[in-house]
């Protein structure tokens, strides 16, 4: 298990992706992820910064921030949960046609995009999954007293520690060498489910769902679950990413509400074969 970043250069200085960060007000971390992009060894893509709200600290932090990429801030009124359109408009803002989804909590290993752009497939739906750090380790990162370049060998060494101390997940904040000795293991390792925090697809296959379903008003369910039994509906599969596309989940208070409402609305639409949203990008109803 190596970590070598080095630079993938396409020929081409044209962007080949886009990589949306949803956030909400919490710059320190988002501080954290943007310093992860720009180590990324594949540098061909744009950032936009998917805003659920529109807040001064947000619009200071951006103002003032120094990076090698493209970015573009999307705003929106802050009246409640509405990360779905904060998304649906990223996704119509894009300049590209390969979109990559993280969250602004998840600090990226430096050949994250590198992955989410050498398995790219227009009829897959790439999926990853990401380690959740305990408390101790988190503030570590944050701080940049543990690089980015040391994590592998961190969490070897301390993955007993980091789950005693409320991190979970560990094995998957591993990154393996796809052309090293274990280069086999991520080959085995399937995803069953889509991570809203580390997926990518292309653009024609978000638009043939009509995106994320703004019905949904509460978090989770309509991120990712929603999206993959839609996606599967029209004949897409999805791409394991686990121990390529590596993240980092920086530790914070839950703050997730009953699922029950959003699950009930799902299923509704399941027995329907609804795979169409009709709130979506397009407004359908």
Request: proline share 2%; aromatic share 10%; hydrophobic share 40%.
């Given at each position: ?57 947000m619009k200071s ?146 638009e043939a769902i ?76």
């Amino acid at each position: 298990m190596s970590l070598v970043p080095q630079i993938y250069m396409s020929k081409s200085s044209s962007l080949k992706s886009s990589l949306i960060i949803s956030v909400y007000k919490n710059t320190k971390f988002l501080d954290a992820v943007m310093k992860s992009v720009e180590i990324q060894t594949f540098r061909d893509f744009e950032v936009i910064i998917s805003e659920d709200g529109d807040s001064e600290e947000m619009k200071s932090y951006l103002s003032t921030l120094k990076t090698s990429f493209p970015i573009l801030h999307l705003t929106q009124a802050d009246v409640g949960w509405r990360k779905n359109q904060a998304l649906n408009r990223a996704i119509q803002s894009a300049k590209t046609d390969w979109l990559v989804f993280i969250d602004g909590d998840c600090v990226l290993h430096p050949r994250f995009m590198e992955f989410h752009w050498k398995l790219s497939d227009k009829n897959s739906i790439l999926a990853g999954k990401r380690i959740k750090l305990d408390p101790q380790t988190s503030d570590l990162l944050l701080n940049g007293e543990l690089a980015l370049e040391e994590m592998n060998k961190f969490i070897r060494q301390n993955s007993s520690k980091i789950k005693k101390e409320g991190g979970s997940f560990v094995e998957e904040g591993l990154f393996i060498d796809p052309k090293g000795l274990l280069g086999f293991i991520p080959r085995l390792r399937k995803m069953s489910q889509l991570k809203g925090c580390n997926m990518s697809f292309h653009r024609d296959a978000i638009e043939a769902i009509n995106g994320f379903d703004e019905d949904y008003i509460r978090p989770a369910v309509g991120e990712d679950i929603d999206l993959h039994w839609r996606f599967e509906g029209l004949g897409f599969k999805l791409k394991s990413l686990r121990n390529l596309a590596v993240q980092y989940h920086l530790w914070h208070k839950e703050s997730w509400t009953d699922q029950e409402e959003n699950m009930e609305m799902m299923r509704l639409n399941q027995a329907k074969k609804q795979f169409v949203c009709k709130n979506g990008i397009k407004k359908l109803n």
